[in-house]
């Protein structure tokens, strides 16, 4: 499985950071991001492209990603 991060800048904009080597690093990706500017909220997503090529998307929870 490879590990991508979406960043939705503003919320129109998106990009695919990665890949991550597991969840853990993406995570730490994802507050980085977050903690750089508290009033912008970009959207930031998991993806998960499985082995056999299927995407799975998944939100973050809000304490996942808090500073």
Same mark, same amino acid.
Do not use: C
């Given at each position: 499985? +490879?590990?991508w991060l979406i960043v939705?800048e &503003?919320?129109?904009e998106p990009? %695919?950071d990665g !890949?991550y080597?597991n969840d853990?690093?993406? +995570?730490a990706a *994802?507050?980085?991001?977050? /903690?750089? $500017?508290? @009033?912008?909220? $970009? /959207? %930031?997503?998991?993806? $998960?492209?499985?082995d056999? /090529?299927? !995407?799975?998307i998944h *939100?973050? &929870? *809000?304490? @996942?990603i808090? !500073?």
């Amino acid at each position: 499985m +490879t590990r991508w991060l979406i960043v939705v800048e &503003g919320d129109i904009e998106p990009h %695919l950071d990665g !890949p991550y080597k597991n969840d853990q690093r993406r +995570t730490a990706a *994802a507050r980085r991001h977050r /903690g750089k $500017d508290l @009033e912008k909220r $970009d /959207g %930031l997503f998991r993806l $998960d492209i499985s082995d056999s /090529g299927s !995407p799975h998307i998944h *939100a973050f &929870g *809000a304490r @996942e990603i808090s !500073p």
